[in-house]
């Protein structure tokens, strides 16, 4: 396995992880939901900024792409003080529309490459939309909801990252 393929393995499932807690987290009576986004969009941040470190020979500016889209999410969920699901709404939207570009980016460089994971990028890029316009409608509960579909949103985008890593490996060693 290459390496840029483990570092993307370790970043998908510290996401999953991240999901994880996040929809765990209503059971332990944790239901500030501004609270939770700083958390997740910080932990984003940090988490794809660390992959382009890690990763900057393989050319790949999705990770620094997706760091500025946390960052901006971020930096939307310090600055509103009423932090209704309306917001927190357009913010999730914001973002996934920003991460939607840096997938389609990468998607577009695998179709010039002539290289057939483009296919399973675009699928990624449809899955990732189609959950993220899900979880956009979906905020109009409690808060307690609120970080469930957050939480439920966040999981299922690691296990979407971790589709790539793992079908490079299983078509090298096919």
């Known amino acids: 396995m290459k390496y ?3 570092i993307d393995i370790i970043i998908a499932l510290l996401l999953i992880l991240l999901g994880s807690i996040i929809l765990i987290s209503p059971l332990f009576n944790v239901s500030n939901i501004r609270t939770i986004s700083i958390i997740v969009f910080a932990a984003y941040t940090i988490l794809n900024v660390l992959h382009y470190i890690l990763t900057y020979k393989s050319k790949d500016i999705e990770g620094i792409i997706s760091g500025l889209a946390s960052l901006i999410a971020l930096i939307a969920s310090i600055f509103y003080k009423e932090f209704t699901p309306r917001i927190l709404a357009m913010i999730l939207m914001t973002w996934v529309i920003v991460m939607s570009i840096a997938k389609l980016n990468k998607a577009d ?3 010039d490459r002539r290289d057939r994971m483009w296919k ?11 959950t993220g316009i899900l979880a956009s409608v979906n905020l109009a509960y409690t808060s307690r909801v609120q970080i469930i579909v957050v939480g439920f949103f966040m999981l299922v985008h690691g296990i979407l990252e971790l589709f790539d890593p793992i079908t490079k490996y299983l078509i090298a060693h096919s």
């Open 4 to 6: 840029k393929q483990k």
């Open 109 to 111: 460089y695998y179709h």
């Open 120 to 130: 399973v990028r675009i699928f990624i890029l449809a899955l990732f939309i189609l």
